[in-house]
């Protein structure tokens, strides 16, 4: 009796702490929200595929940097990031403005927008948006030839890095859900 009183007890324990986890990481997803919806609709973007963006470039933390130079929540870099300053007529933007949530999720939402307008003429301009922002345009004129430089299914299968593929997949399954 006295064994199964301690099994309780340790199965309750850790169902709190299950609890408190769950709770934790439902109010680490859900802190950028207002930039995110505030992005989303002034670039005219799904707020769930930004939001599946952020959550697999940085896990919701603004302040982290890739290897490539990249910054913030959505990875953004440089060249990207001074593609929608001049575009929004900012003249004292710096790169390092991007660790700012609002900033970030400004810039990479509005360099997302252009991706999906680049690839309007395919069934579904996500996946091909998504390769474009994950791996450049280079690699995304390579693996959209014959079927696939319409078809999105094909192209998924055309992509040639398994990160990359992995990636759009996950994004896109994430998109769909309100993570």
């Given at each position: 009796?006295?064994?199964?009183?301690?099994?309780?007890s340790?199965?309750?324990?850790?169902?709190?702490?299950?609890?408190?986890?769950?709770?934790?990481?439902?109010?680490?997803e859900?802190?950028?929200?207002?930039e995110?919806r505030?992005?989303?609709?002034?670039?005219?973007v799904?707020?769930?595929?930004?939001?599946?963006i952020?959550?697999?470039?940085?896990?919701?933390?603004?302040?982290?940097?890739?290897?490539?130079?990249?910054l913030?929540?959505?990875?953004?870099?440089?060249?990207?990031a001074?593609?929608?300053?001049?575009?929004?007529r900012?003249t004292?933007?710096?790169?390092?403005?991007?660790?700012?949530?609002a900033?970030?999720?400004l810039a990479g939402?509005y360099?997302?927008?252009?991706?999906i307008?680049?690839?309007?003429?395919?069934?579904?301009?996500?996946?091909?948006?998504?390769?474009?922002?994950?791996?450049?345009?280079?690699?995304?004129?390579k693996?959209?030839?014959?079927?696939?430089?319409?078809?999105s299914?094909?192209?998924?299968?055309?992509?040639?890095?398994?990160?990359?593929?992995?990636?759009?997949?996950?994004?896109?399954?994430?998109?769909?859900?309100?993570?």
């Open positions: 009796m006295k064994r199964a009183g301690i099994v309780v340790v199965v309750a324990a850790l169902v709190v702490v299950a609890l408190l986890y769950l709770r934790q990481e439902d109010e680490r859900r802190q950028f929200d207002a995110i505030a992005a989303a609709r002034r670039y005219g799904d707020p769930l595929l930004v939001k599946a952020v959550w697999r470039e940085s896990g919701f933390d603004p302040s982290v940097r890739g290897r490539a130079g990249e913030g929540l959505m990875q953004i870099q440089e060249i990207a001074q593609e929608w300053a001049d575009a929004e900012i004292s933007f710096k790169h390092s403005h991007c660790l700012d949530p900033t970030n999720t939402t360099y997302l927008s252009l991706l307008k680049r690839y309007q003429h395919t069934d579904d301009p996500l996946p091909y948006a998504l390769a474009d922002y994950n791996a450049g345009r280079g690699n995304v004129i693996w959209n030839n014959g079927r696939a430089a319409t078809n299914a094909a192209f998924i299968e055309q992509i040639g890095f398994p990160g990359t593929r992995a990636y759009v997949n996950t994004v896109l399954r994430l998109s769909l859900i309100h993570i």
